[in-house]
């Protein structure tokens, strides 16, 4: 793995924060872009410093099968973050073949994905397939030393690093725009480290004790080891993102080109025809769930590419009332789909929703906006008031539908 102090994956996130390039090169000498398949190195700028690394360094993403990702497949899945699935796939097949003999790119599947962009972007900060920053010490995290301060000439001091030599100051710059987290021994015992190697000792004296005669009461070591409950340093299960699904007809008034505006933003803007992303991410604060912190919701126009598993966290669909919608999901009937779903479908106001809607049930939820109108026209904007209003009543029902459910702040219903 990279050092610390060029970390790729902060060095990628701050290049796309401040919007510098991120440029393939053919050496690390070379300033001139060349395409992905002749590339030898990726070219940073920092600050207005020059960074180069390797694209077959590893990164800290870690795939579903335990394998450190390089910083070519990182690169690669970023620039074509706005292309469907399929397509993603064939370029990379396509670059895999131009690359024979040397190592392909890594295909991310669809959560990986989504993960990775998300965390780019800055939409996330917490990820499981993202490992902990190392810096020196036990996993400590980007926290592995002290924080520098600005002198009074507006430099930045070296970061010390716990007797371990000072940190880069580029990375001590991004380390400044990362929201620091506190660890256990931070949130328990304050700044200063715990020593829990007492603990450890007795505990592992305790579980290697040999269990008494008859049925006794001290039990094997076997069964206090394999117990999940007692396990040490046990890592708490990480709640997956809820999922909503979007209509991909053509007709449809909300689609991924305005989704985010109207579900976070509370507006209505009419869907663009440029090239939609994949994929998005919006965040709501659910109260009763957790108070404090957003919850992200993935959107996305079909399941193809989903997991059996992907249906449980399903808590919305978008439909026009059109059934060709429904042919590749889990539940092909709308009548069944909306059974374990929230059904949403927008239209104009002052329009009757299609007859197929209202056969689906009372399970989904009929909206509508006001008309769009030219926002040069006179009164346009003032008629957007009423948008929130609607968002509102879409959330709400959303939110009721995850309580049913089962959603919690740490878990997801295993079924729907």
């Known amino acids: ?217 001290v039990r094997s070591s076997t069964n206090i080891s394999n117990n999940p409950s007692l396990a040490l340093n046990q890592k708490p299960a990480r709640r997956p993102d809820p999922i909503i699904l979007l209509s991909p007809s053509a007709s449809s008034l909300l689609r991924m080109s305005n989704a985010k505006a109207f579900l976070e933003g509370g507006r209505y803007t009419p869907p663009d025809h440029s090239t939609p992303p994949t994929m998005l991410a919006v965040s709501r604060i659910i109260k009763d769930m957790d108070p404090n912190r957003p919850i992200r919701f993935i959107l996305v126009e079909g399941p193809e590419n989903f997991k059996p598993e992907y249906w449980n966290r399903v808590v919305a669909v978008f439909t026009t009332g059109q059934t060709w919608q429904f042919k590749s999901y889990k539940w092909t009937n709308p009548v069944e789909l909306f059974k374990h779903v929230q059904g949403v479908y927008l239209g104009w106001r002052g329009e009757q929703p299609p007859e197929s809607v209202r056969a689906f049930g009372h399970k989904v939820l009929t909206c509508s906006v006001e008309k769009w109108r030219d926002p040069g026209q006179p009164g346009a904007e003032q008629s957007r008031w009423r948008d929130r209003e609607v968002v509102e009543s879409i959330w709400k029902a959303v939110e009721a539908n995850m309580r049913t459910k089962g959603w919690k702040k740490d878990a997801a219903p295993t079924s729907i």
């Open 1 to 217: 793995m990279a050092s610390s102090t060029t970390d790729p994956l902060l060095l990628f996130r701050q290049s796309i924060r401040t919007s510098s390039q991120i440029i393939p090169v053919s050496s690390a000498e070379s300033n001139d872009e060349v395409p992905l398949s002749q590339a030898t190195h990726l070219v940073f700028s920092d600050d207005g410093k020059r960074v180069v690394l390797p694209v077959d360094v590893q990164s800290r993403f870690m795939s579903s099968e335990g394998n450190l990702i390089d910083l070519r497949s990182i690169y690669f899945a970023w620039v074509n973050r706005d292309i469907t699935i399929p397509e993603y796939n064939a370029a990379a097949e396509k670059l895999n073949e131009e690359l024979a003999g040397g190592k392909g790119v890594h295909k991310f599947p669809f959560v990986e994905r989504l993960n990775l962009i998300a965390w780019l972007e800055g939409a996330g900060e917490d990820t499981e397939y993202i490992k902990p920053l190392v810096g020196g010490d036990d996993a400590k995290g980007e926290e592995g030393g002290k924080v520098e301060k600005a002198g009074e000439d507006g430099g930045v001091k070296k970061r010390e690093r716990g007797g371990k030599g000072t940190l880069d100051p580029r990375l001590a710059q991004i380390y400044d725009g990362e929201r620091r987290m506190g660890d256990r021994n931070s949130v328990l015992r304050g700044i200063k480290p715990t020593d829990f190697s007492h603990i450890r000792k007795l505990a592992a004296q305790f579980m290697t004790r040999k269990p008494t005669g008859g049925s006794g009461d």
